[in-house]
């Protein structure tokens, strides 16, 4: 019988041993589902490092949250070729870390007509904002979104930044709306970023916008200009503003 050199067979051993030890420690995320109404038609986000899965709460959902991420809503909205996915998220912690909310847009007959997300950088020790992005779904009418987020692990912490009171939106034409922003602080607001939810007289989310003003002044108020797409029956909208950290 032909025998087998040992240093041969130590290799094969330590390339099995090798295998099969990758870490897959993710935990798989829970989805937010809304329905879109009638329908009608965003700025670079930073890249996030390796991120672990969090589990997201569904639309019902209204547990305190004494240090995590929950999505309370979500909804889309369409006009034209373009769609809007947009979910309302509350955190409490987690700053300086990277929150990312992924969006599955289906039609009518629950086909998957499109993807996107959305990435930003969590600056406040507590709050909700808006997080919504634009898909292209072509020939498609989107029917609901499905949520899902992960936050990253950097543990980096950082200098919590205040939160800021949601602002009226007043709508006009071609998509255009204009946010009024009061700042009653002695410092001034620099490179806001603002999250806009749209809704029916359901109160249903069906779409939003953003804007990013690069500057309030200290006790004043000021005028920003963004632009929402949304589905038909749009009531009203609100401004969701947020510090970033850029």
Not at 127 to 132: D, E, K, L, R, Y
Not at 205 to 225: F, K
Request: with cysteine; proline share 7%.
């Amino acid at each position: 019988m032909r025998r087998i050199p040992l240093a041969l067979s130590l290799v094969a051993l330590l390339s099995l041993s090798a295998c099969g030890t990758e870490d897959t420690t993710q935990q798989p995320a829970e989805t937010v589902t809304a329905t879109a109404a009638p329908t009608k038609e965003e700025k670079p986000s930073p890249s996030p490092a390796p991120v672990k899965e969090s589990p997201a709460a569904t639309e019902d959902a209204s547990e305190e949250l004494a240090d995590g991420i929950v999505i309370r809503e979500a909804g889309v909205g369409q006009e034209g070729e373009y769609a809007r996915a947009v979910a309302l998220v509350e955190t409490r912690g987690y700053v300086g870390e990277f929150l990312t909310v992924h969006f599955n847009v289906f039609d009518a007959d629950d086909e998957l007509i499109a993807s996107g997300e959305q990435v930003e950088v969590i600056a406040s020790e507590a709050g909700t904002f808006a997080v919504g992005t634009m898909v292209d779904v072509g020939a498609a009418r989107a029917a609901r979104v499905e949520a899902t987020h992960a936050i990253s692990d950097y543990g980096m912490g950082g200098k919590a930044l205040p939160t800021i009171e949601p602002a009226p939106v007043t709508l006009g034409d071609y998509g255009l709306a204009t946010i009024r922003l009061t700042n009653p602080t002695s410092e001034p607001w620099e490179n806001l970023r603002i999250g806009i939810v749209c809704r029916n007289a359901e109160g249903a989310i069906v779409g939003g916008g953003d804007s990013y003003p690069s500057l309030v002044p200290a006790n004043a108020e000021s005028m920003a200009d963004g632009y929402v797409i949304a589905g038909d029956g749009v009531t009203e909208c609100t401004a969701y503003p947020q510090h970033t950290t850029w």
